[in-house]
């Protein structure tokens, strides 16, 4: 019986720790866990609203056809093409907000005319200087630009409630 004792008597003597232990690491372990989830999901909006100006850009890039002037598209079809693919990833095409970049350079003496417009906040511009770093001589194409506002939802943190604009662009060489 004196065996039984001792460990009834060592058991009471640590019944309390395990409480006071959960109480300080399950906080910590929550906000982990919830950062985890909302910087993924950023990670996710950021992607999606890359992959939307990649095919923002394929629409812009393709002319119309050569017999019937080369005509580029419009902005509100480049616009459209955004959207879809936003809502395909439950998202608010309607959120989309204009960038903060400057116009880019624009290409001189090809057709059709070199030009910047903007369709539901979306800047697309035709005609530019592409800022490629692997090729040394200059070339033309569009650009395609927008951002996509995403609030943290992170308590006990600064970042609870940010509001941050993720800016999507993308380039692509267009035949002239």
Partial sequence: MSGWNQFAGRLRAQEGTEIAEAALVLPLVFTLLIGIFWFGRAY?????????????????????????????????????????????????????????????????????????????????????????????????GVMVSFRYPYQFYFPFTSLNLQLIQIPASAELRAEY
């Fill in 44 to 140: 996710n909006i950021y992607a999606t609203v890359t992959e939307a100006a990649r095919e923002g850009a394929r629409v812009a890039a393709a002319s119309s056809c050569a017999s019937c002037g080369n005509a580029a598209p419009a902005a509100s079809d480049v616009s459209t093409r955004i959207g879809e693919v936003l809502q395909a990833s439950k998202l608010d095409p309607a959120q989309i907000n204009p960038p903060a970049t400057p116009n880019p350079t624009l290409c001189a003496g090809i057709t059709p005319v070199p030009a910047c417009s903007s369709s539901g906040n979306v800047r697309v511009c035709q005609g530019v200087r592409l800022n490629s770093t692997s090729n040394p001589t200059p070339e033309c």
